[in-house]
T-cell receptor, first 111, second 114 residues
Framework: GEDVEQSLFLSVREGDSSVINCTYT??????LYWYKQEPGAGLQLLTY???NMDMKQDQRLTVLLNKKDKHLSLRIADTQTGDSAIYFC???????????WGLGTSLAVNP | DGGITQSPKYLFRKEGQNVTLSCEQN?????MYWYRQDPGQGLRLIYY???????QKGDIAEGYSVSREKKESFPLTVTSAQKNPTAFYLC?????????????FGSGTRLTVV
């Protein structure tokens, strides 16, 4: 069945780059998404990539998509303490186009 | 500004009571969703609705009920049949058609059984 996997934790130093990885199973996905959740809050759409793209850059965020390996990554340049949050990867899949979610990667940024 | 509003932010329920969580959106989105979030378990889909007066069960619908009488509103009732209702509940909406299915989320309701 459809599945999205992410590592659960990542710790980086302030100013370094963070790379959060995600693998998915549904090759028919049209869009893949990255969401950010701060403590006690809802999820905020960070960025998304259309499946016929390899890369998308938006300020400090770079998304890389390897469709052959079904691998998606989110790179955050110059990571700040305000980037500490849980990051969710999601793909659209299935007949009803529901999003399939990873469990989220908790990013800790150390001063 | 358009957005999606959940209320209340915090809710306390006694065992055996039903409670209703509110979700309202003014984004003119067709589809709406309810998720439950527990620590370490990510998002689990409770119910979703792609159009007014229609909704489908998600992965963990038992003990919950919904209605979709208006496009803007998708309330969730947590019934006494839900054995472990303490959780963070998130409502979301999406255009639900024409390609991009990205969701807009509300700020969540934290439900605690006391």
């Amino acid at each position: 069945g459809e599945d999205v996997e992410q590592s659960l934790f990542l710790s980086v130093r302030e100013g370094d780059s963070s790379v959060i990885n995600c693998t998915y199973t549904d090759s028919s996905s049209t869009y893949l998404y990255w969401y950010k959740q701060e403590p006690g809050a809802g999820l905020q759409l960070l960025t998304y990539i259309f499946s016929n793209m390899d890369m998308k850059q938006d300020q400090r965020l770079t998304v890389l998509l390897n469709k052959k390996d079904k691998h998606l990554s989110l790179r955050i340049a110059d990571t700040q303490t305000g980037d500490s949050a849980i990051y969710f990867c999601a793909e659209d899949a299935g007949n009803n186009r529901k999003l399939i979610w990873g469990l989220g990667t908790s990013l800790a940024v150390n001063p | 500004d358009g957005g999606i509003t959940q209320s209340p932010k915090y809710l306390f329920r006694k065992e055996g009571q039903n409670v209703t969580l509110s979700c309202e959106q003014n984004l003119n989105h067709d589809a709406m969703y309810w998720y439950r979030q527990d620590p370490g378990q990510g998002l689990r889909l409770i119910y979703y609705s792609q159009i007014v007066n229609d909704f489908q069960k998600g992965d963990i619908a038992e003990g919950y009920s919904v209605s979709r009488e208006k496009k803007e509103s998708f309330p969730l009732t947590v019934t006494s049949a839900q054995k472990n209702p303490t959780a963070f509940y998130l409502c979301a909406s999406s255009i639900g058609r024409d390609g991009n299915y990205g969701y807009t989320f509300g700020s969540g309701t934290r439900l605690t059984v006391v």
